[in-house]
T-cell receptor
Framework: EAQVTQNPRYLITVTGKKLTVTCSQNMNHEYMSWYRQDPGLGLRQIYYSMNVEVTDKGDVPEGYKVSRKEKRNFPLILESPSPNQTSLYFC???????????????FGPGTRLLVL | KQEVTQIPAALSVPEGENLVLNCSFTDSAIYNLQWFRQDPGKGLTSLLLIQSSQREQTSGRLNASLDKSSGRSTLYIAASQPGDSATYLCAVTGGSYIPTFGRGTSLIVHP
């Protein structure tokens, strides 16, 4: 089954404790991205990657890191989480850049993060 | 900077009604506009994708139109059903290739 998976689905942590949220897709997509969703603010893109070893900042990259060593995986790293990073996080993938003709993004189920 | 507004924010209707959800955007220089559905506890599911050169797209009971010059899109849902209850999001993508999402319309269709 074609899908985007994220782990963990739920995470409670404390300020400053490094964490990684994994994202994996089995559709051989080149493009992957991370979003956060907050009440009243909607979905905002954190980082995106156009292919292996190619990443770029989205609208809200501060406090986050990403890496793209393999095509299928795109982990999101919070080196020193803070309470303002409490949010619902989504990973997404698409065959090519969002905006390219005919492209659509496929979203993972989300990771709900609480930073105390 | 692109801004996307969705009206209404919430909608509750009886089953069987035809619905119109609205999305407006401030910068008409877009590549495409996409409508998503989000169910509680789940990710987003793409419903319809309209390229900037297109005026509308249809899928089953759903029809989305795009008027780029006026910065508007509408999602029309025919003969609504309780299973249509969800949050509907619209997103536009322009030259930055970073999609800008609206805050969504929360729809409840009651039997």
């Amino acid at each position: 089954e074609a899908q985007v998976t994220q782990n963990p689905r739920y995470l409670i942590t404390v300020t400053g404790k490094k964490l990684t949220v994994t994202c994996s897709q089995n559709m051989n997509h080149e493009y992957m991205s991370w979003y956060r969703q907050d009440p009243g603010l909607g979905l905002r893109q954190i980082y995106y990657s156009m292919n292996v070893e190619v990443t770029d900042k989205g609208d809200v990259p501060e406090g986050y890191k990403v890496s793209r060593k393999e095509k299928r995986n795109f982990p999101l790293i919070l080196e020193s989480p803070s309470p303002n990073q409490t949010s619902l996080y989504f990973c997404a993938s698409s065959p090519r850049l969002a905006g390219a003709p005919g492209e659509t993004q496929y979203f993972g189920p989300g990771t709900r993060l609480l930073v105390l | 900077k692109q801004e996307v507004t969705q009206i209404p924010a919430a909608l509750s209707v009886p089953e069987g009604e035809n619905l119109v959800l609205n999305c407006s955007f401030t910068d008409s220089a877009i590549y495409n506009l996409q409508w998503f559905r989000q169910d509680p506890g789940k990710g987003l599911t793409s419903l319809l994708l309209i390229q900037s050169s297109q005026r509308e797209q249809t899928s089953g009971r759903l029809n989305a139109s795009l008027d780029k010059s006026s910065g508007r899109s509408t999602l029309y849902i025919a003969a609504s059903q309780p299973g249509d209850s969800a949050t509907y999001l619209c997103a536009v993508t322009g030259g930055s290739y970073i999609p800008t999402f609206g805050r969504g319309t929360s729809l409840i269709v009651h039997p």
